[in-house]
C-alpha cells in the first residue's frame, strides 16, 4: 500500500493523480472523504445523511478518535482488498495526525508512506484557488462589503483565527496577495477555518516523526512549498517505481 499523509491544501489531489497513472498500480481505495461518508459519519451519527460542512465532520471525526484513538489508520486496518486484484500496490489518500500515523505504520507493515507538508499560507493560497465545494465552513452572516479591501481581508483572516497559526507580518502579507487577487473576504474566511480547525486535531510534524520513527525506511517526506506540483508529482512516482 501507498499511503498519503498531509494536510488539506498540501498538495494530495495533484500527487493521487499522477500516481494513479502508474501502471503497475494494482487499485485505488476510497480515498479519506469516501471513507469518513461511508463508515464513520454514519458511526456517529446513526444516519447514512451526508454531513456537508467542514467544521461539523471534524466534530465527529473528533469523536470517532474518542472511541477509536487510531482514527483513520484503525479503519484502513478493517478493509479487505477483493479477490481478483493485479499485482502491484494499492493507493490511499489519506492520513493525518500523530495517532493515524502512528496505527498505520504499525498495522500496515509492508505500507509506504508519503508525506506532504505544506505551511498555513501556502495550504491556504490552494483553498482560494481550487474553488472545490467541499471546501465549505458555515461561519454565519458574511461581512458587508469594504471600502479597503485589505482591511476587510485582515478581518476575515483574524475571524477565522488564522492569525493565530502565522506571525503578525505574515498574516498582512497574505492579506494584501488575497485582496489583490479579488477574493471574497467571506470565502477566504471560510477556507482559513478550515485549516484553523484542521490545526486543532492533527499535527504535521508529530505525524511526521511518528512515522520516521516507527518506518523510516518506508517514509518520503517532500516540502511541497519548496517544490511546484510537476517537481512533487515526479518526486512521487520515482519514489514509488523504486519500491
Not at 446513526?46 to 467544521?55: A, C, E, H, K, Y
Request: proline residues 7%; charged residues 20%.
Amino acid at each position: 500500500m501507498i499511503v498519503l499523509v498531509g494536510l488539506t491544501g498540501a498538495g494530495k489531489t495533484t500527487t493521487v493523480g499522477r500516481l494513479q497513472a502508474l501502471p503497475r498500480l494494482a487499485a485505488t481505495l476510497p480515498d479519506r472523504r469516501a471513507l469518513t461518508d461511508r463508515l464513520i459519519l454514519p458511526m456517529m451519527t446513526g444516519s447514512p445523511d451526508p454531513v456537508s460542512d467542514r467544521l461539523e465532520r471534524f466534530r465527529l471525526t473528533a469523536a470517532f478518535k474518542d472511541r477509536h484513538p487510531g482514527g483513520m489508520g484503525d479503519v484502513l486496518g478493517w478493509l479487505m482488498l477483493p479477490p481478483g486484484l493485479p499485482p502491484g500496490p494499492v493507493l490511499f489518500d489519506g492520513l493525518r495526525g500523530e495517532a493515524e500515523a502512528a496505527a498505520a505504520a504499525t498495522g500496515l507493515p509492508e505500507a509506504r508512506f508519503l508525506v506532504l507538508e505544506c505551511s498555513a499560507v501556502g495550504r491556504l493560497r490552494r483553498l482560494c484557488g481550487r474553488n472545490d465545494p467541499f471546501d465549505r465552513a458555515a461561519l454565519g452572516q458574511a461581512e458587508p462589503a469594504a471600502t479597503d479591501a485589505v482591511a476587510a481581508m485582515r478581518r476575515a483572516l483574524a475571524a477565522s483565527g488564522f492569525d493565530t497559526l502565522v506571525a503578525p507580518a505574515v498574516a498582512g502579507r497574505i492579506a494584501v496577495e488575497l485582496a489583490g487577487a479579488g477574493i471574497d473576504p467571506a470565502d477566504v474566511a471560510g477556507k482559513a477555518a478550515i485549516i484553523v480547525e484542521e490545526s486543532r486535531h492533527y499535527d504535521p510534524a508529530a505525524a511526521r516523526a511518528a512515522l520516521l520513527l516507527r518506518a523510516p525506511s518506508r517514509t518520503l517526506v517532500i516540502d511541497t512549498d519548496a517544490l511546484g506540483s510537476d517537481q512533487v508529482a515526479a518526486t512521487a512516482v520515482a519514489w514509488s517505481a523504486a519500491a
